[in-house]
Nanobody, 120 residues
Framework: QVQLVESGGGLVQPGGSLRLSCAAS????????MGWTRQTLGKERELVAT???????NYADSVKGRFTISRDNAKKTVSLQMNSLKPDDTAVYYC??????????????WGQGTQVTVSS
């Protein structure tokens, strides 16, 4: 069993910053691509950022230049530094990862989500 546990959400004023973290635990052979998605009530889930095991990153156009994704392979963590936050960034943020359970079995996992609210 694999678990992803997020932390770091909260309430912040427009223009402020927050850092989200996610720790993976359990029977993990290898952590492949990790990332963050977000969802607002009534809208589809949006991919925010991804990072491969080797550190290649990809961002949604809406967050480029403001958000930075990083990971620590030894600690099995992924983080999202969010700067210059806007009210439109308000959402539940989910950590996700593609995990190799064995050398030939891969499975996607999701965290429980953490609320980020940007409001004055």
């Amino acid at each position: 069993q694999v678990q992803l546990v997020e932390s770091g959400g909260g309430l912040v004023q427009p223009g402020g910053s927050l850092r989200l973290s996610c720790a993976a635990s359990g029977s993990i052979f290898r952590l492949n691509v990790m990332g963050w998605t977000r969802q607002t009530l009534g809208k589809e889930r949006e991919l925010v950022a991804t990072i491969t095991e080797s550190g290649t990153t990809n961002y949604a156009d809406s967050v480029k230049g403001r958000f930075t994704i990083s990971r620590d392979n030894a600690k099995k963590t992924v983080s999202l530094q969010m700067n210059s936050l806007k009210p439109d960034d308000t959402a539940v943020y989910y950590c996700n990862a593609v995990v190799s359970l064995t050398s030939s079995v891969n499975k996607a996992y999701w965290g429980q989500g953490t609320q980020v609210t940007v409001s004055s």
